[in-house]
């Protein structure tokens, strides 16, 4: 008896070490899944992850076998979940608090009887090295030869191990070669272009990038901000002109500018008004939602009282003496002169008329339904004289209604003494003026179906008019006398912005600015027409001079009829240095933290006040030897009037820029025309 129970024993026991030896055998772990933005690396060997979480999920077969499933990272356990439909196993790992590096994640799969498989993998927490560009900043006109800077640095305890800057314009398309710093983990781009930049230029650069961990990088960024589309990469113009005078200086592309201030836009999509004496930059608000508005940026207008501005997503936004006003407004911005500004509705079925100092809003027109295209100009008077697509005249105050002619009724304009307009009917646009004398004067036709091609000021008005093959530009006088100012092979065109259609090309004796075959021109009756420098920017009459805004630069037009001046510097003072333009950038750089932010480029008034001559060691950029901990030479100061050629200007310089600033007189009528 006593044997047959030992030997039935010993069959239990046989029975149970093979049903557990089976249930081993059986568990298996595989056909791991990574979610999101846990990826494997291209070896399949392991994987990296670049947020604060792994989404993952693993089978664990069979099925019906398998008690529980957990994973283990980093020293983190975390429990994994079931799935009835697919039966497979899921976790989100919390690595929030986990370094960044790699670390083994390791999946212990129990079976019913408790015991454990298990299955490693290498998942590196990661970040993507940091990557910018230096110079030229966003939005930077470029007056000499400037050094492309760009650096990548390695999240530790990743380095940098490929780095590239890619450099296009119209006439280059460069890669610049990095090269590993003093600093470990990092790389500099740090080189002149092969030939000279040349006026014209507008000049992207895209970085692209290698770790040796995370896949390429290739994108141009903003400041830290996410990868940008081609279509809204940040962009350096290149104006060397030795007509052009730089004398400001701003964080941001320029979208407007007085005597006292500058109206700009920067690469974070703030936006900014410079005091123009005191260089004090007020921040007044973000525009957000999308990065390519910043290359769109001329809707907006300086008024007496504050700023009116409309964003490229639809919404007009209006500041009085710094403060915002809260209301915002859908349509379209279309006129400013002086505090007042006329918008319509997103349908073009509303019009009113606001005035920024009173806070009086007047609906001008309501024509619910109406898809019909609104045009509008403001007199300084207050009169409004305004066009629709679905009549042939102009609308003027108490009823007047201007010509009849066929076509549509593009863009009137009033200098507050004659009113003009232009009728398209496909194949040209007929322009017609109107005097105070109430005679209609045929100016020509052209090929064009564009609503800039009048300029009305001060009793002159310059058109466009064909000469049987091209668009020339022609001058009526306030006596009536008629000059044609160009006569190129090519078709000529007008210098103008969206909100000053019609009045910033013509100067308050005649002069016209205009633009042909990518050069700006001044036209004057019986000379030829003088070359002032590309075609980039926007060119502006403003109390009694020619200005060019490009991108964060105010040029000021020295023409033969005006020669160039230049501030000489002050005894004691630091000369002018060779080179213009380059960027100061620090080439040291301190261990980052996890996760830390980094953001080279300066928000504030901080890129106002720099000295106004560079280190000594730099006084020859292309001599220069690049250590490591040196800088480039300076740009000029932002109020220094700098020619192209010299950069920088002595301190009392700009104290006598400035003081020349605050006599100009505010009495121009400020109009606007979209």
């Known amino acids: 008896m006593h044997s047959s129970r030992t030997l039935i024993g010993c069959a239990v026991a046989s029975w149970m070490l093979l049903s557990t030896t089976t249930a081993l055998a059986e568990v298996v772990l595989d056909q791991i899944q990574f979610y999101g933005r846990t990826t494997w690396r291209k070896d399949y060997k392991s994987a990296i992850s670049d947020l604060n979480t792994i989404d993952v999920s693993i089978a664990a077969i069979p099925y019906e076998d398998v008690s529980f499933v957990e994973a283990e990272y980093a020293g983190v356990t975390t429990p994994l979940t079931f799935n009835d439909y697919n039966h497979r196993y899921y976790a989100k790992i919390d690595t ?8 083994t994640l390791t999946f212990i799969a129990y079976d019913k009887l408790g015991q454990a498989r298990t299955k490693q993998y290498t998942v590196h927490k990661y970040a993507p090295p940091r990557v910018w ?31 590239k800057a890619r450099v296009r314009s119209q006439v280059r398309d460069e890669v610049l070669v990095g090269v590993p710093s003093s600093v470990p983990g990092r790389m500099d781009v740090l080189q002149y272009l092969s030939s000279p930049l040349q006026s014209g230029e507008v000049l992207t650069v895209r970085l692209e990038a290698m770790d040796g961990v995370g896949p390429a990088w290739s994108g141009t960024p903003i400041g830290g901000a996410p990868v940008l589309y081609d279509g809204s990469l940040p962009r350096a113009y290149v104006e060397r002109s030795p007509k052009l005078t730089a004398v400001q200086r701003t964080p941001g592309a320029i979208i407007d500018f007085d005597a006292t201030r500058v109206l700009f836009i920067d690469h974070g999509l703030q936006v900014g008004v410079v005091d123009r004496m005191t260089q004090q ?3 007044l608000a973000e525009l957000t939602l999308h990065h390519e508005w910043m290359h769109k940026p001329g809707q907006g207008a300086l008024t007496p009282s504050g700023v009116v501005m409309q964003a490229w997503y639809g919404y007009i936004f209006m500041w009085k003496d710094g403060a915002r006003d809260q209301t915002r407004r859908k349509g379209r911005l279309d006129a400013v002169n002086g505090d007042t500004f006329l918008w319509t509705g997103a349908d073009d079925d509303e019009t009113i008329v606001h005035t920024i100092s009173t806070g009086i809003a007047t609906s001008l027109g309501l024509d619910p339904g109406s898809a019909s295209q609104f045009q509008a100009d403001i007199a300084a008077s207050g009169g409004i004289y305004y066009s629709t697509y679905e009549e042939p005249w102009i609308h003027g105050p108490g009823e007047i209604r201007l010509g009849s002619h066929p076509g549509y009724v593009q863009r009137p304009i009033t200098d507050g003494t004659n009113v003009a307009g232009r009728w398209w009917n496909g194949p040209v646009s007929s322009s017609y003026l109107y005097t105070a004398d109430g005679e209609e004067v045929f100016l020509g036709d052209s090929r064009t179906g564009d609503a800039a091609g ?31 100012l160009s006569d190129f092979a090519t078709p000529s065109q007008f210098d103008q912005q969206e909100l000053r ?25 019986g000379a030829a027409p003088e070359e002032i420098g590309s075609d980039l920017g926007h060119g502006r009459w403003f109390d009694g001079d020619w200005y060019v805004t490009l991108g964060d630069t105010l040029f000021k037009v020295a ?36 996760g830390e932010p980094l953001d080279p480029w300066t928000r504030a008034g901080d890129l106002l006040h720099k000295p106004d001559a560079s280190p000594a060691s730099f006084r020859d950029p292309r001599a220069a030897t690049h250590t490591g901990t040196g800088a480039p030479d300076e740009e000029p100061s932002a109020a220094a009037a700098c020619s192209v050629g010299q950069a920088a200007c002595s301190g009392r310089g700009v104290a006598l820029l400035s003081a020349a600033l605050l ?3 505010l009495s121009r009528r400020r ?3 979209r």
């Open 501 to 525: 259609v019609g009045h910033d090309g013509i100067s308050d004796t005649g002069e016209v600015m205009f633009l042909n075959n990518k050069k700006r021109y001044i036209g004057r009756p």
């Open 281 to 283: 930059v007020t921040w």
């Open 671 to 673: 109009r606007g025309q």
């Open 96 to 103: 929030s608090t986990v370094p960044y590096g790699p670390h």
């Open 133 to 163: 560009v230096t110079s030229p900043r966003p939005n930077r006109a470029l007056t000499g030869d400037t050094r492309i800077a760009a650096t990548c640095v390695g999240v530790p305890p990743y380095s940098c191990t490929q780095f």
């Open 663 to 665: 006599g100009l007189s």
């Open 559 to 594: 023409s033969t009829e005006a020669p160039a001046f230049h501030l000489a510097a002050s005894p004691g003072e630091a000369a002018p240095v060779d080179a213009e333009d380059e960027e100061r950038y620090d080439l040291t750089l301190t261990a980052l933290a996890p």
């Open 454 to 484: 009048l300029l009305l000021h001060a009793g002159y008005a310059a058109y466009l008019k064909r000469d049987g093959a091209v668009n020339q530009v022609w001058l009526r006088t306030p006596a009536g006398d008629e000059y044609q």
